[in-house]
């Protein structure tokens, strides 16, 4: 009862003697401060909205014209259409006060109809994508159509600097593909994969499908892309993340790694600080919509919705479908520290508190020898457990009381910092060290990470860093750009002294972290089922992250092929030398230039690539021949991605004719078929170079090295990859020890050996075809 006496800011009570009130004046004027950074917030988002609202207009462009219409109209001018004799006659009188009235609502007119002219031709511009189409081999001459829209496209999206929402009313929506182009699509991709027998048999299903239930699953799919926003994007999250019931960890949550090559500071305390700093810096820049929108070649926007719920999200447990719950603020975050949990604000007299003002916070935790109460080092594991039984564990034992109390806490902080008591180790020559790193990012132990959370920072004792996201909230792109934000803050804004400590001195004492209280006994057997579940799926993955420095996109591009292209051939290769056979393979492409849009997938194993596969084995090709192919595999595969970027994708597709097939209850032996069909080969590549502020000349270690997930089959590899540089790649390849089938030794071991066999080739190639030498003439080169 201590804690809850503590906890009351007011109390009011009526004795013999009169009324007698009680409270604490620092309680209050935290709950005073707390209202007016609401209201502050609220504000914010009101006057981003209206400018939003108006974008590419300038909301200041409102009073020039109406400046215009004052001086026309009192000068004896009409201005268009009349417009401000036809209002006066609506209002009440002829004075000056009703003529400057009249003439402010005919210039507001104006206004927004030039704002909302220039807002859906900017729109109707960006439904274009021949531009993704253009040739950009060296030499190649741009369109006429292609050069004219750049040059609106240009005009329009640089007219007023944009907020982060600001193009999200001009983005186009996804267009819904026919089912006879992705029925081609499909059976074109497939055909590698399956004998004639089988392919004739597909060919069967995709036309009886293609003629009978498909028109009329393709109706109900018309009229949602209509009416929805994104018509894949709602169902995607609902039916692919919130309704499975497996385990989060390993299956769901990725993981992003420190920048490996620089070491900023050894101090636990004060990386943990910084950190903690520059990701509310990042926060404020998402609230205040004064982060910039990624633009795509510096003038086409990216829809950026996803970023809404970065911080102060959670994903929430239920019996048959989870939910994610965003909190509009939060001024605290909850530290995990050798199984015990703490609430430390992070916001206090008035303001955000400063990284050496943290760092005595985080300190305190450090030297606190506090102990966990019974369960509670264990309790993370149940966000690691099948979720109908957590969500079925949290609605009986943690529904009410302090359980309640806390479990909420956690879930609507920021985020959450795991202060892990082990380091978080790196050597080039004992690669073994770097996929202990990432292995404790990826799951952990399994109960000292909150996988429900939408990222828990883990920071190690010699100061490296790293953290595991919720895959629901968002895709990897989005924090990824968060991380890389934070990575490149930390070097340049040199917040560490001489002694690793964070530089400043604290204007005063900050608030001590408080022990989030538990009342774990009734559920201790709940605690202890989930943290075996949690060990076992932690043992049955390995990891491997294969630091690749002998070449990197410098020689690809100077090949002539798109690096992500020559990336996958090498895998193609390598899976086919692994697995002896060429399996169905997933990569991940974004959709984020139409609204609310998300991922589609690629299908990197195709005729060409297969092709190129075969006659890389084959000991009689002649190394012409093998260019040729690899060639013509990397322009299908970038054919294929450039598709997939334009909303012309196979699996999404597929995906919700199949979710309206459920709706109506109506069986698709070929959609049953196609849905069910394994991704041996998953893949990934991490993006960077998402800030401006990003210098790898500068700062050539300033990069991640990337990020990682768990293999989508059992039977398979789950493969992320990074392009960091001229000469550096890293592949986080994932596989789960109990399949005698796959191994992540061995499968690095033959992407090693197919990038330096496709290097072998073109370097062959280079000799027998050598480039003719520039000459001069009449002072020109040739």
């Not at 993704?132 to 081999?137: D, I, L, N, W």
């Amino acid at each position: 009862m201590a804690e809850a006496h503590s906890a009351v800011a007011f109390s009011f009570a009526i004795t013999h003697e009169g009324f007698d009130i009680n409270y604490d004046h620092e309680v209050l004027n935290l709950v005073w401060n707390s209202g007016v950074r609401s209201w502050k917030k609220r504000m914010a988002r009101a006057r981003n909205g209206i400018r939003n609202g108006v974008y590419p207009a300038h909301i200041q462009s409102l009073w020039l014209i109406t400046a215009i219409a004052l001086g026309l109209h009192f000068a004896g001018y009409q201005a268009p259409f009349n417009l401000t004799n036809r209002l006066l006659v609506h209002l009440p009188s002829n004075t000056m006060n009703w003529q400057i009235t009249a003439c402010f609502l005919a210039a507001l007119v104006i206004w927004l109809s030039i704002c909302f002219t220039m807002r859906y031709t900017l729109k109707l511009l960006l439904i274009y994508k021949g531009w993704m189409y253009e040739s950009r081999a060296p030499g190649s001459r741009v369109s006429l159509p292609t050069m004219l829209w750049v040059a609106v496209v240009r005009v329009l999206s640089s007219w007023n600097k944009p907020g982060l929402y600001s193009f999200q009313g001009s983005l186009p929506r996804l267009p819904l593909p026919s089912v006879h182009n992705t029925m081609t699509r499909y059976l074109r991709s497939v055909r590698p994969l399956l004998d004639d027998d089988n392919y004739k048999r597909m060919e069967g299903l995709a036309k009886e499908f293609e003629q009978t239930i498909g028109k009329k699953l393709q109706w109900y799919l018309i009229l949602k892309s209509w009416w929805s926003t994104n018509y894949v994007s709602d169902w995607w999250e609902e039916y692919v993340y919130l309704r499975g019931r497996s385990p989060l960890c390993v299956n769901s949550n990725f993981y992003g790694t420190d920048a490996i090559f620089m070491n900023l500071t050894s101090v636990q305390s004060a990386r943990a600080a910084n950190v903690i700093s520059l990701l509310l810096n990042f926060r404020r820049l998402i609230e205040h919509q004064e982060l910039q929108p990624i633009m795509v070649q510096g003038m086409i926007p990216l829809c950026s919705w996803q970023y809404e719920r970065t911080f102060n999200t959670a994903r929430i447990p239920g019996l048959e479908t989870d939910r994610i719950v965003h909190y509009r603020d939060s001024n605290y975050i909850v530290v995990l520290h050798k199984g015990c949990y703490y609430k430390m604000l992070i916001y206090y007299k008035g303001r955000i508190l400063r990284p050496c003002e943290l760092q005595v916070q985080i300190e305190d935790i450090l030297k606190a020898k506090a102990t966990p109460v019974e369960g509670e080092e264990h309790l993370a594991a149940l966000t690691a457990w099948n979720r109908s039984k957590w969500a079925e564990t949290r609605n009986t034992f943690f529904s009410r009381g302090v359980n309640h109390v806390s479990l909420r806490t956690i879930e609507s902080a920021a985020f959450v910092l795991s202060l892990d008591d082990e380091p978080f180790e790196f050597d080039l020559k004992r690669p073994e060290l770097l996929d202990s790193f990432g292995k404790k990012l990826l799951h952990g132990n399994g109960y000292n990470r909150w996988f429900d959370k939408c990222f828990t920072v883990c920071v190690g004792t010699n100061g490296r860093v790293g953290f595991n996201a919720e895959h629901t909230w968002s895709d990897a792109a989005i924090a990824s750009h968060m991380w890389e934000n934070l990575i490149v803050d930390d070097l340049v804004s040199e917040g560490y002294d001489e002694t690793g400590n964070t530089k400043g001195t604290p204007e005063f004492q900050p608030p001590t972290p408080t022990r989030l209280n538990w009342d774990l006994k009734p559920c201790l057997p709940q605690i202890e089922e989930a943290t075996i579940c949690a060990t076992k799926l932690c043992n049955e993955v390995d990891l491997r992250i294969l630091v690749h420095q002998e070449y990197g996109k410098g020689f690809m591009k100077k090949c002539r092929l798109s690096p992500d292209a020559y990336i996958q051939m090498a895998l193609q290769l390598a899976y086919y030398r692994d697995a002896g056979r060429f399996s169905l393979t997933y990569e991940a492409s974004m959709t984020r230039l139409f609204r609310e849009g998300r991922t589609e997938t690629v299908r990197p194993c195709t005729i060409e690539s297969s092709a190129w596969v075969k006659a890389m084995q084959d000991p009689n090709t002649t190394n012409d021949h093998r260019v040729k192919l690899l060639q013509d595999a990397c322009d299908r595969h970038q054919l294929g991605y450039q598709d997939a970027m334009c909303g012309n994708g196979i699996d999404r597709h597929l995906f919700c004719l199949y979710v309206v097939s459920k709706y109506l209850e109506v069986d698709s032996p070929f959609l049953n078929e196609v849905l069910s069909e394994p991704w041996r080969l998953s893949t990934s590549q991490t993006p960077h170079g998402q800030t401006p502020k990003m210098d790898l000349k500068k700062h050539p270690n300033c990069i991640s090295a990337g990020g990682g997930f768990g293999p989508v089959a059992d039977d398979g590899y789950g493969v992320s990859y990074i392009i960091a540089g001229e000469n550096l790649i890293f592949f986080h390849i994932s596989a789960k020890t109990t399949c005698p089938q796959t191994d992540v030794h061995r499968f690095s071991e033959h992407i090693c050996k197919a990038l330096a066999d496709i290097r072998s080739i073109f370097e062959q190639y280079m000799k027998d075809h050598p480039k003719p030498a520039k000459t001069i003439t009449n002072g020109k080169s040739t």
